[in-house]
């Protein structure tokens, strides 16, 4: 019964390590879609690890590129981006699950609904 226990408590601890989000899985490409009141805004996020630190930039369909002033990997499997423009600091928070994520964007403007996809080596 002792055994059983520990073995019980092992897997407990275990599984919560195993199941955290990870570097290597936000690095990468992630089609994402924004619903605003002006209409949908979609684009890419480029996710990268350079000089020890994730990073990497907002490619929007519009064409235009901003690099993100942060992005942290935080409790829960959320994912934060920040990215400054001219005249804001657009903040987005999103909950990773496997190869999709949904959270919300926030600037100025207000919050709005944002989901996600990581796009694999082919796309």
């Given at each position: 019964?002792?055994?059983?226990?520990?073995?019980?408590?092992?897997?407990?601890?275990?599984?919560?390590?195993?199941?955290?989000?990870?570097?290597?899985?936000?690095?990468g490409q992630?089609?994402?879609?924004?619903?605003?009141?002006?209409?949908?805004?979609?684009?890419?996020?480029n996710?990268?690890?350079?000089?020890?630190?994730?990073?990497?930039?907002?490619?929007?369909?519009?064409?235009?590129?901003?690099?993100?002033?942060?992005?942290?990997?935080?409790?829960?499997?959320?994912?934060?981006?920040?990215v400054t423009?001219?005249?804001?600091?657009?903040?987005?928070?999103?909950?990773?699950?496997?190869?999709?994520?949904?959270?919300?964007?926030?600037?100025?403007?207000?919050?709005?609904?944002?989901?996600?996809?990581?796009?694999?080596?082919?796309?």
């Open positions: 019964m002792k055994k059983l226990l520990i073995v019980l408590l092992v897997l407990g601890v275990s599984t919560q390590v195993f199941g955290k989000l990870k570097e290597k899985h936000v690095i992630w089609k994402y879609s924004v619903e605003t009141d002006q209409g949908s805004m979609t684009g890419s996020f996710i990268i690890k350079e000089e020890g630190k994730l990073g990497g930039e907002v490619v929007t369909d519009d064409g235009y590129t901003l690099p993100f002033t942060k992005v942290e990997i935080k409790e829960d499997d959320t994912l934060y981006l920040e423009t001219d005249s804001d600091v657009i903040t987005i928070s999103v909950k990773v699950d496997g190869d999709v994520f949904n959270g919300t964007a926030t600037s100025y403007m207000g919050e709005a609904p944002i989901v996600g996809e990581k796009q694999t080596e082919k796309e």
